[in-house]
């Protein structure tokens, strides 16, 4: 406990304290024992002690003192020592705190690991107050006076070192105060270091305090006069001079034309830069329009009173010269006149600028220094005979000087397609500025935030672009301005006599980037353009012919980024690039061609792996390729339909139609296929054109366009068939299956998987095989309710889907197995199952599986009477359903979710739930989801005490239900449970068709809420 802690602070002298009370010992001996013992990790001999404190004194007198000396400090301390008759030793397990030892475990805290910890070091100076026993000594104990200096030496240096690094880190991050603080602790162990004096008085002139920075310097002179008959060294009297010519509030920026927006992580990185010794070069690097001007002047600003001699900006656009020579001449004059510089015309401009610059503490902002490579010497020359000097750049190209530390500025954060409130975003704010001084107020409609958010996203956040943009506000809409951009290019201008010429229009700005490449690099960039997204070295070499010298060019122009080990434009300059390329038509047909020959091998070598073991891997990497795989997709189903075009579409639909399913993409996979099956049916290529339709149909079915999808399959499986297609005949009719089995046509749907698997045998077609197994295993188990020749299904599937490797195949097995063991009534054997299926769904990144295994972890949960958890399972699943469109399977979900809330007698949220499920069965024309829907209406009906409306719709299951044996089963046991005596009369009519009496449902007894 902290009142019976022993605490001994050593470090400015030799305070003892028992909780919160000085201990009270009697001699200074018995106190120098008792630190002695403590700062030892070991036990000594009584004779060792009796020479260390009575080394004057007879063996015999010096025992017998210490005898005394320990029996008094045994009455007051005992738990703190051991004392035996040989040897004594402090309790190192004890209560107690030693500063000595905290010292050092920060200092060793402080090592750990690959960078100091300055955190750890601040606080072990804290506790260095002064001197190991500082003012504390004992007479006639000559031993323990020598043990005594050689501990306070030891540890002194250790302090002295400790403050030297935090002193130094002061200067590196600009903590002035700290770092007075730290330094004026350091003279006090060390006053005659001169290096500490002159960072003493740099810090005092850097908190603004020069007098007093001064003042230091004049009294430093005269202790070294007087103690020492020394003057300062040459190095401190050059400090003093600095110090006296100081101005670090100067500087020369252009007052701001408004509030600078973002940039936050941009500036800290820049302060951070500047703030270390080992970074004086800093090239903020980007296109033109980037905001690089704005955000070097951001980061000027708020280094104004950092550098003694203050910030100077030199703006360079616009000065032209005609040699190196010149250009260097002309670069260190316009640095010159920022400065307020007059050259005497003695020698060159570069030499006497650097003259100035040599005993100055500035920090230069260059600004538009692509007008000036050439002279990238002369920044290298004020590195090196400058020291105190550090640079701040803006250019198009990178300035390739070892010294230079490179940020390659990118477009403003953009607003996310899920943000509720785009205006978070920096790229929105800035639009909403710029649009506020041309008088307008944002959102001025609920409209606006899409439209802003595709006008950020076109411009993809750069400030100048958003400019421009906002510039059209007084005379359109945000929609109007998106859609103009979309256009063209060339909307993006403005005559606002605030913009440079070379800013007033985006096209201007790319042209005048465009002008600094060589012929080669525009020929580059030209081909490059087809790239829609971030594209590979081998992609660019492929489909461009561009070398690797070529595109690190381009980067360095700021033509091109590189990040993640690929490369990528900015869509603004893609755009721009792909005009100069659209003016060179054969160019252009080439490079899409090779761009499409490039992505047709890339998907085809991950084909297979899209079916196997490597699943994940694969779909991660056509991920990180999609939107060029867009793109040539979008090239291919263009006209004329040439036989380029065609052979790719050929070689990559299996693998993008594998793709789009196993991502959930199912809207984007549908849209995708009919455009290209639009395409292709003016080729008269009936064979390619049936390989897509019934891939466009398999999209339709999951999204639920039932009657699409049915002649979309009808027409490919006859092609498919005088074609002699065996495997993609295969798919098709096992896809066919599945639209009769979800629309209940349970005799069709067993024929189709039937002829699938036999098909898929023919040929050897695993997966073809183990697909139609599954299939057929769950309409025998629904039209049958017998489950054993399912079961030897699922099983056979499953070893099939292993054998693959396909984890996706595994993990629907392993769902289904649970939902024969729920059927059996083993509700915790099926929930295993349903997690085990969840683990892989969720490692292959699947959404529909994801899904469909949270709802039958909600079914499971229902059936074991965990009604909250079933909610929130099934709440999940449903989100997950409506996300990718899958209606079918959220109607599904909605009847799990309203049958939920009826066996935990929440009657409300079940009209809810199943009113909403039947309208979707309604819409799908899905005969199977509406019988199903309607079994579990009636459970509603009768908690509402509507016996007989629930009588008669159990009825109309009853009959209509058919082959379903599996759903006559469940009518059955719901009926069962109908109380017999009741029998209230029954409405005056009952429709007795399916979709009449849905639509009666969910316009009348489910539009009402009814109390039990």
Partial sequence: MMEN????????????????????????????????????????????????????????????????????????????????????????????????????????????????????????????????????????????????????????????????????????????????????????????NERVHRQMMLF?????????????????????????????????????????????????????????????????????????????????????????????????????????NGVVFTPLAGLQADSAAETREAAATAVAASLGLSFQGQDTAVNELIDYLRQRETLLVLDNFEHFLAAAGLLRQILQEAPDVKLLITSRERLRLPEEHLLDLGGLPQPEEDTADIFQSEAAQLFAACAARTGMSLPAGPEDGPAVRRICRLTQGVPLALELAASWLRALTCAEIAAEIEDSLSFL?????????????????????????????????????????????????AVAGVSLADLLALVDKSLLRRENGCFSAHELLRQYAAAHLAERLEEKEAAEEARGRYYARFLQRREESLGGAAQADALADIQAEIENIHAAWRWAVCQPLTQAKRTFLDDVLEALYLFYWLSSWLQEGHTAFSRAAAAVNQTGDTLLAARIKWRQGEFGLWLGHYEEAEALFTDS???????????????????????????????????????????????????????????????????????????????????????????????????????????????????????????????????????AALSHLGQAATLLEAYDEARELLEQSLALHRESGNRPAAAATLRQLGRAMCRSGQSAAARQYLAEALQLAHELRSDRLALEILADTAVYLRQTERAALARAVLDFVRVECGDNQELLVYVQSVAADFDPAASPALPAVVPAALYELTTYLIHDALARTMSV
């Fill in 5 to 192: 802690r022993l605490t001994l602070r050593l470090l400015g002298g030799g305070e003892i304290l028992l909780g919160d009370k000085t201990v009270a010992l009697r001699t200074r001996k018995m106190k120098a024992l008792l630190v002695f013992l403590a700062m030892r990790k070991r036990p000594f001999t009584r004779e060792q002690l009796a020479e260390l404190l009575w080394d004057d004194r007879e063996s015999g007198q010096g025992l017998a003192n210490l005898r005394s000396l320990l029996s008094t400090l045994r009455r007051s301390l005992k738990p703190w020592l051991h004392i035996d008759r040989q040897t004594v030793a402090f309790n190192h397990d004890s209560d107690y705190w030693l500063d000595v030892n905290a010292f050092t475990a920060l200092l060793e805290q402080s090592r750990r690991g690959d960078e100091i910890n300055y955190d750890a070091l601040a606080e072990a100076a804290a506790l260095f107050r002064g001197n190991f026993l500082e003012g504390f000594h004992v007479r006639e104990a000559r031993g323990f006076e020598e043990w005594a200096l050689l501990e306070r030496e030891h540890l002194q240096r250790q302090a002295i070192n400790t403050l030297l690094t935090l002193i130094n880190r002061a200067q590196e991050t600009f903590q002035p105060q700290a770092g007075i603080e730290y330094a004026a602790r350091l003279l006090k162990l060390d006053p005659f």
């Fill in 204 to 308: 005092l002139a850097r908190d603004g305090r020069r007098h007093t920075a001064l003042a230091h310097y004049e009294q430093l002179r005269r202790m070294l006069a007087q103690e020492m008959q020394l003057a300062p060294l040459p190095e401190t009297e050059a400090v003093y001079r600095r110090v006296k010519t100081a101005n670090p509030d100067y500087h020369n920026l252009p007052p701001p034309p408004s509030a600078f927006v973002g940039r936050l992580p941009e500036l800290a990185w820049i302060e951070g830069g500047l703030a270390r010794s080992d970074c004086r070069l800093i090239t903020i690097g980007g296109p033109g329009g980037i905001g690089k001007t704005r955000l070097a002047q951001a980061a000027a600003r708020a280094q104004v009173g950092r550098f003694l």
């Fill in 493 to 541: 201008a403005s005559s606002a006599p605030h913009l440079p010429e070379r800013h007033r229009s985006m096209q201007a700005v790319f042209d005048h980037s465009w002008q600094m490449l060589t012929k080669e690099e525009q020929a580059a960039a030209r081909r490059l353009s087809v790239f829609h997204g971030p594209f590979r070295r081998d992609a660019a070499v």
């Fill in 717 to 851: 499986i006859v092609v498919l068939r005088c074609a002699g297609q065996t495997v993609e005949l295969a798919k098709a009719v096992e896809a066919h299956g599945r639209l009769h089995y979800w629309r209940g046509r349970f005799a069709p749907a067993r024929r189709c998987f039937a002829e699938s698997l036999r098909l898929s045998r023919e040929v050897g077609f695993l997966a073809g095989q183990a697909q139609a197994l599954n299939s057929l295993a769950n309409v025998l188990s629904e039209e049958t309710a017998d489950y054993e020749t399912p079961r030897r299904h699922y099983a056979e599937s499953l070893a099939l889907y292993r054998q693959l490797g396909d984890k996706v195949g595994v993990a629907k097995l392993l769902l289904n197995q649970g939902v024969l063991a729920q059927t059996d009534g083993e509700y915790a054997q099926a929930k295993r199952l349903y997690e085990e299926s969840l683990q892989l769904y969720r490692e292959a990144a699947y959404q529909y599986g994801v899904s």
